[in-house]
């Protein structure tokens, strides 16, 4: 029974769960994908009938037929800018993207994976909508476009109470401030020209009124739930990622009701593991914003002790929606693994090779393009 973790060097949940599988005697193996294509190899043979994967690379030799459990973290690929002719760009990305693509859509079909990679590309915010309210879920009144008329039309139908999402987290900095994307209230007088709204599709949804908002962390059919004191920080009570500091979390009890709803919609989504973003309204409705198949859960047993860590080990070792597991038989946390996953984490930065720093400089042309291929760190 074999574990592979795809991710990159840089992760800290990666790690601090490779060092809590070994201290439960389970195997694993940590595949740093960003080291494709410059150094990993990654093959696919069909040869009399038989089909065969090899990965091999530093730390790195695995075949397709050992592994059980594959934990799709966090993908990626990096191309050697250094070796590569400008106008071969293109084409290189586009086959290692296609192949890379085509190797993880059928790599280990017999093992449980959390998540399979052809669902992970269909997780998008409007299908998570579309089926949450198939599944019986509520979610706020919401409207994607680019059309300047529509946005303005809906602005003007919730005076003062829509925000504005943008579809991905982007950042960018100057020498003295580092910049990133949050959900922002928004008027029809912040508003910028029709042609800049047409250019960029946003996300706009009338604001729900909060007591407060969970963080539910779903583990097949299992929900460990953090309430969020968002409403009792500064400058979280609209988005509370930008108060993590201030943010105080405690342990919740999720609905059973809630709890099946969000199992469901994970089904149709075809994920088994998921961190499921609510508001819970002062009238005691449960409102759905979104669910991250991929979503950060170690920040919250730090905060509200939800023995997170544990449970994932756990769910990866048995590879099973309805695995077995109890707080009563707790055997780990995540201090007991931080010092090691972090002495791990700095050794692979050291060894691997690290996604590019994508935050857009604004400053002399010279430090931007350091920054854009990773040259300078935020």
Known sequence: MKTLILSQPNDIHASAVVEALARKGAEAVLWHTSDFPSRVTETVSIVGGRRSVRLRGPELDVTESSVTTVWNRRPAL?????????ADREFVELGCTT?????????????????????IERTSKLRQHQFALDVGLEVPDTLYTNDPGEIRAFLREHPGQVVYKPFNM???????????????????EQLV???????????????????????????GRRAFTARLLSQQTQGGKIDWRKAQEELRMEPFELPADIARQCFALMRKLDIVFGCFDFIVRPDGRYVFLEVNQAGQFLFVENAAGLPLLDAFTEF????SVDFDWSPDRVGLRYQDVLGPALQRMKRDLASHVQQPEGTWYEGPREQREDVTTGALAV
């Open 193 to 219: 020209e029709d042609e800049l709204l047409r250019a960029v599709p946003g996300i706009y949804q009338v604001r729900v009124p909060k007591a407060y908002e969970l963080r539910v962390t779903m583990m």
């Open 316 to 319: 990866l070792i048995q590879g």
């Open 170 to 188: 982007t950042a960018w900095r100057d020498d003295a401030t580092y910049y990133m994307t949050f959900t922002s209230p928004l008027t029809e």
């Open 99 to 119: 192949f890379r693509r085509s190797l993880l859509d059928t790599l280990a079909q017999r093992a449980f994976w959390v998540n399979p990679q052809r669902a």
């Open 78 to 86: 990096v191309l050697d800018e250094l070796h590569l002719h400008p």
